[in-house]
């Protein structure tokens, strides 16, 4: 019986250890995530409630920080072609959110424009939630 109980125990403690590791597979451990991110959550929740101050101040430094992350090298469970690719889409659409900025586009157009890139943001850290899992499929 005594057997039994310290297998069990070996497994719970095995299957926790591996699912902890699947666990830390999060790209919150990318500094230039999370900087863009800080941009990103100032800048589009005031959008939320009609408030377009903070991106038309800050479109800019939301440039300069899709600049830095999609050159930055990603975490190695991250580095991978469609994380890349995506983030060189984040990096242009920071672009084109700037121009419009300074066009002094309608709030109409830069609202949306805030929210699409916000959605790809999330686009982002969803790949890289699930990236690894999608390695675990080729094998």
């Not at 250890?17 to 005031?46: E, I, L």
Request: some cysteine; hydrophobic content about 35%; charged content about 30%.
């Amino acid at each position: 019986m005594k057997k039994i109980i310290s297998i069990s125990i070996v497994l719970i403690a095995a299957f926790i250890f591996a699912n902890n590791g699947r666990a830390q597979k999060k790209p919150d451990n990318w500094p230039q995530k999370t900087a863009f991110h800080t941009v990103m959550a100032n800048t589009f929740h005031p959008s939320e409630e009609g408030n377009l101050e903070p991106i038309k101040k800050r479109s800019g430094e939301m440039v300069q920080k899709a600049e830095e992350w999609m050159k930055s090298t990603p975490p190695a469970e991250f580095n991978t072609p469609k994380v890349k690719e995506k983030l060189k889409l984040l990096y242009n659409e920071s672009v084109a959110l700037d121009k419009l900025v300074k066009s002094k586009a309608s709030d109409k157009k830069i609202t949306a424009t805030l929210a699409k890139l916000h959605d790809r943001f999330h686009e982002i850290v969803e790949v890289c939630k699930h990236e690894d899992k999608e390695d675990d499929h080729k094998h």
